[in-house]
């Protein structure tokens, strides 16, 4: 690249070899996606053209023949304003080819996240109305087309010369006036608030009226839109809608009161709604309304009975739907609001989610989270067996947080095996520093979220967040949350140079033909001194992105370069002839 210069994440030989990409493999079948970059720069920008301009000029494979970049969304958090942009050749989109910058609030940059591929294939303009896309596949960039199924997943099969190369979906899947009602709802499941376990009486019985589990509904004040003397579940940003079959009538209530039994279909509505809208006021009260979205369909009987629920992204406007078989998950809080949170994702992220091994697994992680952090507020009972009412019976076993699963030799490539990963250490800084901040923390990374992200690029990601929102506060509750799962290092005192920083050009700096520079790994400021070899300091610094190292300025000698980062210290030694 010209002006961006590489701080993290990716062991590239060149600084600037941003050729040499990187490719890893997809989950959805044979097709590949490039490794994210990450870059910094000095610059900053007054307006999004600024932005798009810059990297049409600046951006060397932008730059080159064929290549188009689109902003398709730019949104605003706490901590900055954050910019999406697509990327085509000759006319195609890149499959998962993304850019995202994100800048402080005052539009300096803070970095930029890049996986665009240099493709030296010249593809012809696309003529047709047909729908092709670039993929790489068994290591050959191609055009693609992608053939929708028509299914309950909204599923698109991957054509390459003919042959299926793989599947993706546009679901993310669990496997006007307003005025205070009441209402009579789970908190968050039935088990939850008995303290029971699934067993009789405490099973679904098919939705009869069970005494016992009728017996858990509590009463909560909720919000509903009233008009011409009618109250209906609905607002200004959540209605329900049919999705898919069963085809039920809209919820609605003559007085200010919604209580169903568990045999009425209007109770999963009401519960639905409830917990909903419930997150949603919490999102907005910790200062993240940027990350609800404007418009959501809700469907608490869909998937024609089966046992399926989902976040629906390929539709506009967005949906949720919850499906009837087994347990009704709309019944269970912990379903809903783990739906509801991959539209947080969405809605922040910028359509940022890609069904790769690491995305996957954070995708239904962060949504876990949020779930668990949602169900804890109310009780502790139980809450590391998650969905315990729809997921602890005969019908879906649910899913845990808690394993100390270690990264990268316990990832297994499925996302419900790989999501505690994660959750867990999530849920540890949880314990550490509160339901506030650490919701707040996480619904900020999601902003900073982008396709192809690693579990520690993310987890690295929370690091830069807790130092804009909290100055750095729980910087030692993060690392020690995430090295117990090998994501993150400990705090300690003192570890190898390599472990934390990125050294270029030593050989050119020791025979005077090259500056040298010092970079840390994880793109963050970093303190420094350079000692001669009697113990003289000859430069210092507290607060750099880089240290450069001049070769024409120092004499020949021995050097002792001290850097410190996050409590650690590291130590160099350089030689110059």
Same mark, same amino acid.
């Given at each position: 690249?010209?002006?961006?210069?590489?701080?993290? !994440?990716?062991?590239?030989?060149?600084?600037?070899?941003?050729?040499?990409?990187?490719?890893?493999?997809?989950?959805?079948?044979?097709?590949?996606?490039?490794?994210?970059?990450?870059?910094?720069?000095?610059?900053?920008?007054?307006?999004?053209?600024?932005?798009?301009?810059?990297?049409?000029?600046?951006?060397?494979?932008?730059?080159?023949?064929?290549?188009?970049?689109?902003?398709?969304?730019?949104?605003?958090?706490?901590?900055?304003?954050?910019?999406?942009?697509?990327?085509?050749?000759?006319?195609?989109?890149?499959?998962?080819?993304?850019?995202?910058?994100?800048?402080?609030?005052?539009?300096?940059?803070?970095?930029?996240?890049?996986?665009?591929? !240099?493709?030296?294939?010249?593809?012809?303009?696309?003529?047709?109305?047909?729908?092709?896309?670039?993929?790489?596949?068994?290591?050959?960039?191609?055009?693609?087309?992608?053939?929708?199924?028509?299914?309950?997943?909204?599923?698109?099969?991957?054509?390459?010369?003919?042959?299926?190369?793989?599947?993706?979906?546009?679901?993310?899947? *669990?496997?006007?006036?307003?005025?205070?009602?009441?209402?009579?709802?789970?908190?968050?499941?039935?088990?939850?608030?008995?303290?029971?376990?699934?067993?009789?009486?405490?099973?679904?019985?098919?939705?009869?009226?069970?005494?016992?589990?009728?017996?858990?509904?509590?009463?909560?004040?909720?919000?509903?839109?009233?008009?011409?003397?009618t109250f209906w579940l609905k607002s200004d940003r959540y209605y329900f809608g049919n999705v898919s079959n069963p085809i039920?009538?809209?919820?609605?209530?003559?007085?200010?009161?919604?209580?169903?039994?568990?045999?009425?279909?209007? !109770?999963?509505?009401?519960?639905?709604?409830?917990?909903?809208?419930?997150?949603?006021?919490?999102?907005?009260?910790?200062?993240?309304?940027?990350?609800?979205?404007?418009?959501?369909?809700?469907?608490?009987?869909? *998937?024609?009975?089966?046992?399926?629920?989902?976040?629906?992204?390929?539709?506009?406007?967005?949906?949720?739907?919850?499906?009837?078989?087994?347990?009704?998950?709309?019944?269970?809080?912990?379903?809903?609001?783990?739906?509801?949170?991959?539209?947080?994702?969405?809605?922040?992220?910028?359509?940022?989610?890609?069904?790769?091994?690491?995305?996957?697994?954070?995708?239904?992680?962060?949504?876990?989270?949020?779930?668990?952090?949602?169900?804890?507020?109310?009780?502790?009972?139980?809450?590391?067996?998650?969905?315990?009412?729809?997921?602890?019976?005969?019908?879906?076993?649910?899913?845990?947080?808690?394993?100390?699963?270690?990264?990268?030799?316990?990832?297994?490539?499925?996302?419900?095996?790989?999501?505690?990963?994660?959750?867990?250490?999530?849920?540890?800084?949880?314990?550490?520093?509160?339901?506030?901040?650490?919701?707040?923390?996480?619904?900020?990374?999601?902003?900073?979220?982008?396709?192809?992200?690693?579990?520690?690029?993310?987890?690295?990601?929370?690091?830069?967040?807790?130092?804009?929102?909290?100055?750095?506060? *729980?910087?030692?509750?993060?690392?020690?949350?995430?090295?117990?799962?090998?994501?993150?290092?400990?705090?300690?005192k003192k570890l190898e140079f390599n472990q934390l920083f990125n050294a270029y050009n030593t050989d050119g700096f020791s025979t005077g033909m090259?500056?040298?520079?010092?970079?840390?790994?994880?793109?963050?400021?970093?303190?420094?001194?350079?000692?001669?070899?009697?113990?003289?300091?000859?430069?210092?610094?507290?607060?750099?992105?880089?240290?450069?190292?001049?070769?024409?300025?120092?004499?020949?000698?021995?050097?002792?370069?001290?850097?410190?980062?996050?409590?650690?210290?590291?130590?160099?030694?350089?030689?110059?002839?």
């Open positions: 690249m010209k002006n961006w210069l590489l701080v993290s !994440f990716l062991c590239i030989v060149s600084q600037f070899a941003v050729a040499q990409i990187a490719i890893v493999q997809d989950q959805s079948g044979d097709i590949q996606i490039p490794a994210v970059n990450i870059y910094t720069t000095d610059k900053s920008f007054a307006t999004e053209e600024d932005v798009t301009k810059f990297l049409e000029q600046e951006h060397d494979i932008l730059s080159l023949p064929g290549y188009v970049t689109t902003l398709i969304r730019s949104t605003k958090s706490l901590t900055g304003k954050h910019f999406t942009y697509s990327v085509k050749k000759n006319g195609y989109p890149i499959h998962n080819a993304q850019i995202r910058i994100h800048t402080d609030l005052v539009e300096n940059v803070l970095f930029m996240q890049d996986n665009v591929p !240099f493709i030296d294939i010249i593809f012809p303009e696309n003529q047709n109305k047909t729908k092709k896309v670039i993929v790489l596949s068994n290591g050959i960039w191609a055009l693609a087309d992608f053939e929708k199924l028509h299914d309950a997943f909204d599923s698109e099969r991957i054509i390459v010369d003919g042959e299926v190369q793989g599947l993706i979906t546009q679901k993310l899947f *669990y496997t006007v006036p307003d005025t205070q009602v009441k209402a009579q709802v789970f908190l968050v499941n039935p088990l939850n608030t008995a303290e029971k376990s699934y067993g009789s009486p405490y099973i679904d019985s098919s939705d009869l009226d069970v005494p016992q589990l009728n017996a858990e509904r509590k009463w909560v004040d909720m919000t509903a839109e009233h008009e011409n003397d039920t009538p809209q919820t609605f209530s003559l007085t200010d009161t919604f209580s169903f039994k568990r045999s009425q279909y209007q !109770f999963e509505d009401v519960n639905a709604f409830y917990h909903i809208t419930n997150m949603s006021n919490h999102v907005e009260q910790l200062g993240f309304s940027n990350a609800l979205p404007d418009t959501l369909v809700i469907d608490a009987h869909g *998937y024609n009975g089966s046992d399926f629920s989902s976040f629906n992204y390929g539709v506009s406007p967005v949906e949720l739907e919850f499906g009837e078989g087994g347990v009704d998950d709309a019944e269970d809080g912990e379903i809903v609001v783990h739906e509801f949170s991959h539209a947080l994702a969405f809605v922040a992220g910028g359509d940022s989610y890609a069904n790769t091994r690491d995305r996957s697994a954070m995708e239904e992680g962060n949504a876990d989270y949020f779930s668990a952090s949602y169900s804890k507020s109310y009780t502790d009972f139980a809450w590391k067996k998650m969905f315990n009412w729809d997921g602890h019976n005969p019908f879906f076993e649910g899913v845990t947080i808690g394993a100390k699963l270690q990264y990268p030799q316990d990832m297994t490539g499925n996302s419900n095996a790989d999501r505690e990963i994660w959750s867990t250490p999530l849920m540890c800084i949880y314990d550490k520093i509160g339901r506030a901040s650490c919701d707040s923390l996480v619904l900020e990374h999601l902003f900073y979220q982008y396709k192809t992200a690693t579990i520690p690029d993310m987890a690295n990601i929370l690091l830069t967040v807790d130092s804009l929102l909290f100055n750095k506060r *729980y910087h030692q509750d993060i690392r020690s949350c995430f090295s117990v799962h090998n994501i993150l290092l400990s705090e300690g090259e500056d040298a520079s010092i970079l840390s790994k994880s793109g963050q400021r970093f303190g420094y001194t350079i000692s001669n070899d009697i113990g003289q300091v000859i430069s210092q610094e507290s607060n750099v992105l880089q240290l450069n190292v001049p070769t024409q300025e120092f004499k020949s000698g021995i050097y002792f370069v001290e850097l410190k980062l996050d409590g650690f210290t590291s130590f160099l030694k350089i030689i110059k002839y």
